[in-house]
């Protein structure tokens, strides 16, 4: 004890003010007030714990993937991930197809009877507008993907600004209302010590709609899209797109996510076995419908070239009074024709059912080169006419009939052409595990592969953030 009075009284006060500063003392209000503050603390923490949880349930992400190759192994590939506010993804997918099986959707039963039985399990109902969930579990599992982000190559954005952007198109949403979503990330992420680093410019990010629905140029609630490739922030990012900007030098055309989902290599050359050998009854098929507001209107010249072929070309009209039982009729249509006619699609070069058609073993006829030679060549073959048939849609708007152009390619011809379709098939399905296949790569390998590679030639010309110079 120090004997020293005014030190004893002085802590005997100091004491008699902290107790009287309890929450037990204060007004009944006040108390109010506390008790509020606390429970809503409480909640948050639960509800984000709640969210966390779910969403590693949701992309089924384990542990002994993600990682899991020696460290010399990832040279120069290591990926950290960012883990966002759910606000910028899990909380965007709302709906139900998409939630369900990992983000592949219903299991399409349907098919019965169309595919193997045995193979019948990887195929699904899955929603054209899912790739960036796809993405993004596959990268929550990435083999070289790392939790330390000093040590990273690149940065993953898991942003699903598809479905944010899908969420605001319907109804009256004005221009600021469908740039938000994208605004706040930007917000978010430029916060980040390893974004402002390198000004992005080691960052990628997936887009799930075409690149189109993000380049709107003016603030104008009438034009259509965001503009949240067009933000400042953006201009360094390398994208990778279900349909990219085919001269924009940081986007990566991907393919669309499709129907089948290859559980292992067994699945797939069984895939393969079955559409080598399948007996197809139709020199061309055709899924489409006139669209009669457009004048002079390709789709429809190409649906009367068929209707009055109907001995050779198989006709599914995908109108929304016909389109009943969805992808199966289509499919079938696929896998019934040697060809399948495929114009420019109505959002972009590349119509929705490109890859369907290829995933048949069809062989595709494009109208536009920009359809698949100019976007997708890092998944198809290198020599055009070594898979698909070219036919200048000026030629058939003149009369040339599509049929005898394609009576033209002789038995030997169409089949290996069909042999090097299926050869490339692997390339543009997105497999079901998590963690992709042993000795196969899949379309989400190859595109990562060209997003490093993208990267590694703007490191090596010393061009980081400089995006008029790569």
Request: charged share 25%.
């Amino acid at each position: 004890m120090s004997g020293n009075p005014s030190t004893e009284l002085e802590g005997h006060t100091n004491h008699k003010s902290r107790v009287k500063s309890s929450p037990f003392d204060l007004t009944p209000i006040r108390r109010t007030l506390v008790l509020v503050v606390i429970l809503f603390h409480v909640f948050l923490v639960l509800n984000l714990t709640r969210t966390h949880n779910l969403a590693l349930s949701f992309l089924n992400v384990s542990s002994k993937t993600y990682g899991s190759l020696p460290y010399e192994a990832c040279h120069s590939r290591r990926i950290f991930v960012y883990d966002l506010p759910p606000m910028f993804n899990y909380e965007l997918v709302n709906s139900s197809n998409i939630n369900l099986n990992n983000g592949f959707g219903r299991a399409a039963k349907e098919f019965t009877g169309i595919v193997p039985e045995s193979i019948l399990p990887a195929w699904y109902w899955t929603d054209l507008l899912s790739g960036e969930v796809a993405y993004h579990r596959r990268m929550l599992n990435y083999k070289c993907r790392t939790m330390e982000p000093e040590s990273a190559t690149a940065f993953y954005i898991p942003f699903y600004a598809g479905l944010a952007l899908t969420k605001s198109l319907g109804g009256n949403n004005t221009w600021r209302e469908r740039d938000w979503h994208c605004e706040m990330l930007i917000k978010w992420v430029q916060q980040q010590k390893w974004w402002n680093r390198s000004n992005g410019s080691d960052h990628f990010i997936m887009l799930g709609r075409v690149s189109w629905d993000f380049r709107r140029l003016r603030d104008v609630d009438g034009d259509w899209g965001s503009s949240f490739i067009n933000m400042p922030a953006m201009q360094n990012v390398i994208r990778l797109s279900v349909q990219g900007h085919m001269w924009d030098k940081l986007e990566i055309s991907v393919p669309y996510p499709s129907l089948f989902h290859p559980r292992s290599n067994i699945d797939i050359i069984e895939w393969q076995r079955f559409i080598r050998s399948r007996r197809r009854n139709h020199l061309f098929a055709f899924v489409g419908e006139a669209r009669e507001p457009i004048q002079n209107d390709f789709q429809g010249i190409l649906q009367k070239q068929c209707l009055n072929e109907s001995t050779v070309c198989h006709h599914v009209d995908c109108g929304p009074k016909n389109y009943i039982d969805g992808k199966t009729t289509v499919i079938a249509a696929f896998l019934d024709s040697d060809f399948c006619l495929q114009p420019r699609g109505e959002e972009g070069f590349t119509g929705r059912f490109v890859f369907d058609c290829m995933l048949a073993g069809s062989i595709p006829v494009f109208f536009s080169r920009e359809t698949a030679y100019f976007q997708y060549e890092l998944f198809m073959p290198v020599e055009p006419e070594s898979y698909s048939v070219f036919i200048n849609p000026n030629d058939v708007r003149n009369k040339t009939d599509v049929k005898k152009v394609l009576e033209g390619y002789g038995r030997m011809e169409v089949e290996t052409m069909r042999n090097k379709v299926i050869e490339y098939l692997p390339r543009f399905v997105y497999t079901k595990p998590s963690q992709g296949l042993e000795k196969i790569k899949d379309a989400f390998d190859i595109a990562i592969e060209a997003m490093l590679s993208k990267y590694k030639a703007h490191i090596e010309k010393g061009r980081i953030g400089n995006l008029n110079e790569i």
